[in-house]
Structures are given as C-alpha cells and as structure tokens.
C-alpha cells in the first residue's frame, strides 16, 4: 500500500512568489492535514480537510490556503512568499479523524 | 491555548546507556502520541496513550501517560545508534481534527 505522496520533494521560490504543494493521501484515507515545521517554531498545524471541506484552521495568515479534491487529493498554496515561509511542509492522512495519521516525506520550501 | 513542552532538547548519549524524554502541559489531553522523526522523512507514530496511568511498551522503549493526562514520558533502555533521531509528542488539539506538537528532543546515540 503506497504512503502519503508529496510533490515537488524540494524547491526553490523568490519572494513575493507563489507556491503550489501536492499531496496525495493513502488510497481510502478520507482526510488530509497540512503541518509546517521549522526550526524555530517545531511542528504546526495548517489546516485539515475532509470529503472536500476544511474542517480546521491553524493560526496562519491568509497567505495560505488549500484546497481538497473529490479523489482526497490536496493541494496547499502559499501566495506573496516571504523569507520566513522556508520550512518542511508536511501532509498526512487519516482514514478519519480519531484515527492514526500517516506523514509523507514532506516538501522543503526555501524561499530566497 | 494548549501547549506541550519537551525536555530535554537535546541529548547526546553513548550507545547501550538509558535516557527519559519528557512531555508537559497545564492542559489535559484526551491522548498523547509519540512519534520519531528521522532527517529528510516524515514523523512516524511510535504509540498512542489514551488512559491515565497507563504504560506502553515498544521493545526497548517505555511510554507512560501521566495520571492526570498532561504529561507523558518516554524511556530508551540500552539506546543505540538506530534510536538517533527526533522524538516528538502530540497530543490533539481543541478539536480532534488537529495535532498540537511539542517542540521535539533530538537525540543523538554515539556508537
């Protein structure tokens, strides 16, 4: 059974862009978090998606918003990047929530 | 707004010796996980305490939930070089569809 997939594994932004991450959950995994990790801040919850709705929001600008996809797939997009939004961003599934939650490898964003 | 703290941060130890990991809060959590994190990976859930009290045990690895439910430790007997790693708690957050992290305790087991 495949893990949680995320793409691009790495990249590289300017500031002022934007970005787009993909995650694509465990096959019947209904629903998908988001967490951002740095080192200064640890782990922090983004937000997490269910059947298409965003059920929970973290205490993130508006800057980043995500969306889910009638087959659980996510994407999250961060817009008008800045310096301090490099980080490991980090998907992870759950057939729902209660349940065990299973982290991808994460994307790492640096923004220059 | 709920809040975990880990100690110790850091720690460096020598293979075959014992270690605690500590994982506190003022709040109560109705569970707490513990995940090990290896570089260039994703966490990965090691155990999930739900009861007051209880103890779980992972091979080497002794997880405890305290009796209130607002802290939780965790004890390598014998860490070796394979235990090398960052060891992080969580517990869910006001709602169950969220994880409050805690800061993380990277060890390191020299060989």
């Known amino acids: ?112 | 707004t709920q809040l975990l703290e880990q100690s110790p941060q850091f720690l460096s130890i020598q293979e075959g010796e014992n270690l605690t990991v500590y994982c506190n809060s003022s709040s109560v959590f109705s569970s707490l996980q513990w995940y090990r994190q290896e570089p260039g990976e994703g966490p990965v859930l090691l155990v999930t305490v739900v009861t007051g009290g209880e103890v779980k045990k992972l091979k080497r690895l002794t997880f405890q939930f305290g009796d209130a439910r607002k802290d939780s430790s965790l004890h390598i007997t014998a860490a070796q070089p394979g235990d090398t790693g960052l060891y992080l708690c969580a517990g869910e957050g006001d709602s169950s569809y969220k994880l409050i992290f805690g800061s993380g305790t990277r060890l390191l087991v020299r060989p």
């Open chain 1, 1 to 112: 059974k495949a893990g949680v997939t995320q793409t691009p594994r790495y990249l590289i932004k300017t500031r002022g862009q934007q970005v787009t991450l993909s995650c694509s959950p465990i096959s019947g995994h209904r629903s998908v978090s988001w967490y951002q990790q740095t080192p200064g801040q640890g782990l922090q919850f983004l937000f997490e998606y269910f059947s298409e709705t965003q059920r929970n929001k973290g205490n993130f600008p508006g800057r980043f918003s995500g969306r889910q996809f009638s087959n659980s797939r996510s994407e999250m997009n961060v817009s008008t990047l800045e310096l301090g939004d490099s980080a490991l961003y980090l998907c992870a599934s759950s057939y729902e929530s209660g349940n065990t939650i299973y982290f991808g490898e994460g994307s790492w964003l640096t923004v220059v």
